[in-house]
């Protein structure tokens, strides 16, 4: 059994959103200051002994959310037609995440998105 290395950076943003369909007052327009946890997986170390430089982590996942900086969700794609939920929305930086990181070394391994310092959610992708 070969070994796996995972790197996770810890990042954050503020937003707002609404939740349409919600039978409750997240229904409304509130906003959240999310936290994110990037984590990511190498199979086998570069040549100096890194899976990834977590400064390249963090810039990858920076040029993901800072699209969602300071902006109402609610108007970006993809959620202006899907409810900009912290599943949704895990799924969305992972994805794009995905796009700009993966290789046959490397690849984002979970994205988690915390909307209160007590409830989060995770998403992956089984490989």
Same mark, same amino acid.
């Given at each position: 059994?070969?070994? $796996?290395? #995972?790197? *996770? ?10 939740? $349409?369909? +919600?039978? @409750?007052?997240?229904? $409304?327009?509130? @906003?959240?200051?999310? *936290?994110? !946890?990037? !984590? ?17 982590? *963090?810039?990858?996942? #920076? !040029? ?15 959620? &202006? =037609?899907?409810?900009?939920?912290? =599943?949704?929305?895990?799924? %969305?930086? +992972?994805?794009?995440?995905? #796009? *700009?990181?993966? &290789?046959?070394?490397?690849?984002? %391994?979970?994205?988690?998105?915390? =909307?209160?310092? $007590?409830?989060?959610?995770? +998403?992956?992708?089984? #490989?």
């Amino acid at each position: 059994m070969s070994g $796996r290395f #995972k790197m *996770k950076i810890v990042t954050d943003f503020a937003a707002a959103h609404l939740l $349409r369909g +919600y039978p @409750g007052p997240c229904s $409304r327009l509130h @906003g959240h200051n999310w *936290k994110i !946890e990037v !984590e990511v997986s190498a199979t086998r170390l570069d040549e100096i002994g890194m899976g990834m430089d977590f400064r390249d982590i *963090k810039t990858a996942t #920076k !040029e993901v959310i800072d699209q969602m900086d300071h902006r109402h969700l609610n108007e970006l794609p993809p959620f &202006d =037609e899907i409810n900009p939920t912290a =599943e949704n929305i895990a799924a %969305h930086i +992972y994805q794009q995440l995905a #796009k *700009k990181v993966n &290789d046959d070394r490397v690849s984002v %391994h979970t994205v988690t998105v915390w =909307e209160t310092e $007590r409830a989060c959610v995770s +998403y992956t992708e089984e #490989k």
